[in-house]
């Protein structure tokens, strides 16, 4: 048995999930946030159950080394030595990793060279590889990008209609995120039909806090509906989606803001949060629905519109779908968001199976045997699809 250690940093957290390999099965997972304060929250969870501490982490190699050293403490490992690799969500890719890939100093170069492209999180992402590198020497570390599933698009699908040389000079182009997430509820969706990815048209809704689309055909992402950034695409929790370019400078005229100003407004106090003026978990915003806020309906509606806009151009594009995905928080557990989008999907023969509907957070059909185009849950499971690339890379 491996185990394996997957990472996900963000500029003021870090994420992880202990796993034996191959079997899959989850050993510990926990958070360390709030990075850089005097009262960081530690929370790990050992046998179902959840311990929480407040104590100062004052950077990432700090978070990396009360994690390992609590590993020891807790007996969770009897040595640091038993973890035989990790694995580190890497948000930006860009078009040279097609694929997850073995830290080199090669790798770590090209990360760094990104991070003009995603300034929050590749930086965050390299801090946590040279923690682990520092703390584990030897173990092998291994990038698993959320973009590269996404390489696979034509030039006429990433390509933005601006001057070319943006492209040429500084990588201007559609990336496309939630590539793990996308790519494992996809590669399960095959098994689940007994059928090979390659012989599918499939689109997968990861509806999270974030979320993106992406439509999949004969195993490779075709269109995807997140861009340079994550703040492209459809209204999500607290980020904008799609809007006209002009409005940001209106704005900054208008509220005397700058570029940025107006940009971390897209980013945080829109979507949900910026419609309905106050929620952002999508939780709050059915309950509000259901007494009659019409602001919050109106949050969740904007939302809809645009999914179902995705998914008809979508389906045009690849000539037909089998199968609909839903998949994330919202996707596999909220059963209004499911119904209400399916029955605004009914010009292409979509029935929705209500009784089967009625379920959270499990593979499940949730379109009747009539229906012209089946729909799914899927629960994605990012931390596996690490795991599984760290061990493959590794060559573990
Ligand atoms: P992210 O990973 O992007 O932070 P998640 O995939 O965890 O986001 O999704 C968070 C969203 O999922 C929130 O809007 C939350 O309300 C929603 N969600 C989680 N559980 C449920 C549930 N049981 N019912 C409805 N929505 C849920």
Same mark, same amino acid.
């Given at each position: 048995?491996?185990?394996?250690?997957?990472?996900?940093?963000?500029?003021?957290?870090?994420?992880?999930?202990?796993?034996?390999?191959?079997?899959?099965? =989850?050993?510990?997972?926990?958070?360390?946030?709030?990075?850089?304060?005097?009262?960081?929250?530690?929370?790990? %969870?050992?046998?179902?159950?959840?311990?929480?501490?407040? $104590? !100062?982490?004052?950077?990432?190699? #700090?978070?990396? &080394?009360?994690? +390992?050293?609590?590993?020891?403490?807790?007996?969770?490992?009897?040595?640091?030595?038993?973890?035989?690799?990790?694995?580190?969500?890497?948000?930006?890719?860009?078009?040279?990793?097609?694929?997850?890939?073995?830290?080199? !100093?090669?790798?770590? #170069?090209?990360?760094?060279?990104?991070?003009? +492209?995603?300034?929050?999180?590749?930086?965050?992402?390299?801090?946590?590889?040279?923690?682990?590198?520092?703390?584990?020497?030897? /173990?092998?570390?291994?990038?698993?990008?959320?973009?590269?599933?996404?390489?696979?698009?034509? !030039?006429?699908?990433?390509?933005?209609?601006? !001057?070319?040389?943006?492209?040429? %000079?500084?990588?201007?182009?559609?990336?496309?995120?939630?590539?793990?997430?996308?790519?494992? =509820?996809?590669?399960?969706?095959?098994?689940?039909?007994? %059928?090979? $990815?390659?012989? $599918?048209? /499939?689109?997968?809704?990861?509806?999270?806090?974030?979320?993106?689309?992406?439509?999949? %055909?004969?195993?490779?992402?075709?269109?995807?509906?997140?861009?340079?950034?994550?703040?492209?695409?459809?209204?999500?929790?607290?980020?904008?989606? &799609?809007?006209?370019?002009?409005?940001?400078?209106?704005?900054?005229?208008?509220?005397?803001?700058?570029?940025?100003? @107006?940009?971390?407004?897209?980013?945080?106090?829109?979507?949900?949060?910026?419609?309905?003026?106050?929620?952002?978990?999508?939780?709050?915003?059915?309950?509000? @629905?259901?007494?009659? &806020?019409?602001?919050?309906?109106?949050?969740?509606?904007?939302?809809?519109?645009?999914?179902?806009?995705?998914?008809?151009?979508?389906?045009?594009?690849?000539?037909?779908?089998?199968?609909?995905?839903?998949?994330?928080?919202?996707?596999?557990?909220?059963?209004?968001?499911?119904?209400?989008?399916?029955?605004? +999907?009914?010009? +292409?023969?979509?029935?929705?199976?209500?009784?089967?509907?009625?379920?959270?957070?499990?593979?499940? #059909?949730?379109?009747?045997?009539?229906?012209? =185009?089946?729909?799914?849950? =899927?629960?994605?499971?990012?931390?596996?699809?690490?795991?599984?690339?760290?061990?493959?890379?590794?060559? $573990?």
């Amino acid at each position: 048995m491996l185990k394996i250690m997957a990472v996900n940093a963000g500029s003021s957290s870090l994420k992880f999930k202990l796993m034996n390999m191959p079997e899959e099965s =989850v050993i510990t997972e926990g958070v360390i946030e709030r990075i850089g304060a005097e009262d960081a929250y530690y929370t790990i %969870k050992i046998n179902g159950n959840k311990q929480k501490q407040v $104590l !100062p982490v004052r950077n990432h190699s #700090e978070a990396v &080394n009360l994690l +390992l050293n609590d590993l020891v403490g807790k007996n969770i490992v009897a040595s640091l030595m038993e973890i035989k690799g990790i694995g580190h969500r890497i948000v930006q890719g860009g078009a040279y990793f097609s694929d997850s890939a073995l830290i080199t !100093p090669k790798a770590i #170069e090209i990360i760094r060279d990104y991070c003009s +492209l995603a300034p929050l999180h590749n930086p965050a992402n390299l801090i946590a590889i040279e923690a682990f590198q520092n703390a584990l020497p030897g /173990v092998p570390n291994v990038a698993v990008f959320d973009t590269s599933f996404h390489q696979t698009m034509e !030039p006429e699908a990433y390509m933005y209609a601006v !001057p070319y040389e943006w492209y040429t %000079k500084y990588n201007i182009r559609k990336y496309g995120f939630h590539g793990t997430s996308h790519k494992y =509820v996809s590669h399960k969706i095959a098994e689940v039909l007994g %059928k090979p $990815l390659a012989d $599918l048209k /499939v689109i997968t809704l990861h509806i999270g806090n974030g979320a993106s689309i992406a439509a999949i %055909k004969n195993g490779k992402v075709v269109d995807t509906s997140m861009g340079l950034t994550p703040l492209e695409g459809i209204p999500m929790g607290t980020r904008s989606g &799609n809007i006209d370019p002009t409005i940001v400078e209106f704005i900054c005229n208008k509220e005397h803001l700058s570029v940025s100003q @107006v940009l971390a407004i897209l980013n945080k106090k829109s979507g949900y949060l910026g419609v309905s003026g106050f929620w952002n978990d999508s939780r709050d915003l059915e309950e509000e @629905v259901a007494k009659g &806020n019409a602001r919050c309906r109106l949050a969740l509606d904007v939302q809809y519109k645009r999914i179902v806009d995705y998914i008809g151009s979508y389906y045009l594009y690849m000539g037909g779908l089998d199968v609909l995905v839903f998949t994330a928080g919202i996707g596999e557990n909220s059963i209004s968001f499911r119904k209400d989008i399916i029955n605004r +999907l009914g010009a +292409l023969g979509i029935v929705l199976d209500e009784e089967a509907n009625n379920t959270r957070g499990k593979i499940k #059909e949730i379109t009747k045997p009539e229906s012209k =185009v089946r729909a799914f849950i =899927v629960p994605t499971d990012e931390e596996v699809m690490i795991a599984r690339d760290t061990v493959r890379l590794a060559n $573990l």
